[in-house]
């Protein structure tokens, strides 16, 4: 069983930047790809960025090249450095599982003011 508990998100300037971290309990953290989902107002969750277990990266079109994603498997942790934020970055960010997803947990709010 696996608990997903995101932080770092906050109020922040257009152009700004923001790191977002996740904690991921459980052994099958290690051997999955993680992602990082979005969910704006009126809109529907969206997967931004995901990580293999060996660090191989991808990220939606609306992301690429602001956003980075990495993990540090030692600690059950997954990161998300936004750079260069926009208004419409504004919504709720959630880790999880890309394969299957699990519980979600509390997200993490981002908000970006034009």
């Known amino acids: 069983q696996v608990q997903l508990v995101e932080s770092g998100g906050g109020l922040v300037q257009a152009g700004g930047s923001l790191r977002l971290s996740c904690l991921a309990s459980?052994?099958?953290?290690?051997?999955?790809?993680m992602g990082w989902h979005r969910q704006a107002p009126g809109k529907q969750r969206e997967l931004v960025a995901s990580i293999t277990p060996g660090g191989s990266t991808n990220y939606a079109d609306s992301v690429k090249g602001r956003f980075t994603i990495s993990r540090d498997n030692a600690k059950n942790m997954v990161y998300l450095q936004m750079n260069s934020l926009k208004p419409e970055d504004t919504a709720i960010y959630y880790c999880?599982?890309?394969?299957?997803?699990?519980?979600w947990g509390q997200g993490t709010q981002v908000t970006v003011s034009s």
């Open positions: 459980g052994s099958i953290f290690s051997t999955n790809t």
């Open positions: 999880n599982l890309v394969r299957y997803i699990l519980r």
